[in-house]
């Protein structure tokens, strides 16, 4: 049986491959994938940007949605016809490990979890059941933007209703961000980025006040609203240039600069050791810190009651040939999210 694949095969290289599928093992499923995410975290892989990458050739792609075609000898977790979410994160089930296909005879590499074809082998604990009514486009989503996004808020940051925030970077990371913070009813809720589209959606997903960085000073914008400094920002833009200011932005005492954003492996920003002194603090977020198999309900559940919006994530479909297109969308900031719909066969 063979697949349509996104498959890396240089740096800043995707290439459209028909892949020979491996023999399942006991602990991997066989997904026929309906709809998947493209991050930044991929567009860094794709553009070398997280460091040598010693497996390419090698297929791509981390948060998807789809059903279930074949299970392993000891999968119990799900069964054949299920609809289910895969996410890079761990949760319940066997780990499966790497797995190889083939491209006329060489071979392609792939860790427990890729997305970016029409079927893929999949370790049972990248898999989650969903109820059968989910909106499959939505339900991609579920892979890594919502709950990286809800749980740096939730889990990592833990903000309080009431709190003054600040995003920094309104991609589909930020924009879910802003819209749990709305939730949580946080005062204000500063955006800054670059595109005013961008800014746009994040006045429609909750944003208070929003602040183009190209054309004006945002911590200056956002302490003269806050003067004594804002609880919480949130780093999403993987910018090491405006992390100081992120930092300087909170206030003395409790401020809480937390970074999501993925940035260039290279790359380092100095920062005025007096703002930690003043008892400001910087924490990291690992996927929004969740325990899949306790968050992820949760999630599902504020999706499919719209708690969650996400049809300002979901609106640029693209066919898997197009990817190269919605990679160069993604990075223009005409696309926030790209999202690649797998036809029925």
């Known amino acids: 049986m063979k697949t349509k694949a996104a498959v890396l095969t240089s740096t800043k290289q995707v290439d459209i491959l028909d892949l020979e599928i491996p023999k399942l093992s ?64 761990k949760g319940s089930g066997l780990e499966g490990g790497a797995s190889s296909y083939k491209y006329l005879n060489q071979k392609v590499n792939a860790g427990s979890i890729t997305t970016f074809m029409n079927y893929a082998v999949i370790s049972e604990n990248r898999i989650f059941p969903i109820p ?126 937390i970074i999501i954003g993925n940035t260039d492996y290279r790359e380092s920003f100095n920062l005025q050791i007096s703002l930690l002194n003043d008892g400001r603090q910087i924490l990291g977020s690992w996927g929004g810190d969740n325990k899949p198999d306790h968050h992820f309900p949760r999630y599902i559940k504020w999706l499919g009651d719209g708690e969650i919006n996400v049809n300002e994530l979901n609106s640029m479909l693209y066919q898997l040939e197009d990817i190269n297109l919605a990679i160069e969308n993604m990075e223009t900031g005409k696309a926030v999210r790209p999202i690649f719909y797998m036809p029925n066969e």
């Not at 960085?213 to 945002?218: K, P, Q, Y």
Request: charged share 15%; hydrophobic share 40%.
């Open 132 to 257: 059968r009514q989910t909106n499959m486009i939505n339900a991609c989503l579920l892979g890594c933007v919502i709950p990286t996004a809800y749980g740096a808020v939730i889990n990592t940051a833990g903000v309080k209703q009431g709190s003054n925030v600040a995003v920094w970077g309104c991609g589909g990371i930020g924009l879910m961000i802003i819209q749990a913070l709305k939730f949580l009813g946080c005062k204000n809720i500063f955006a800054i980025d670059l595109f005013e589209t961008k800014l746009s959606l994040a006045s429609k997903l909750g944003a208070t006040q929003t602040i183009n960085g190209s054309t004006a000073n945002s911590l200056e914008e956002i302490l003269k609203s806050v003067p004594n400094g804002i609880d919480y920002s949130f780093e999403s833009s993987g910018s090491t240039s405006v992390m100081p200011d992120a930092l300087s932005a909170t206030k003395k005492q409790g401020g809480k600069l």
């Open 26 to 89: 006991d602990e991997q499923v066989l997904v026929k994938i309906a709809y998947s995410g493209l991050c930044r975290t991929q567009l860094m892989e794709i553009n070398g940007l997280k460091g040598p990458d010693k497996y390419i050739p090698h297929c791509l792609g981390h948060e998807a949605s789809g059903y279930i075609v074949e299970t392993g000898a000891k999968i119990t977790k799900i069964k054949t016809g299920d609809p289910v979410v895969l996410s890079w994160m």
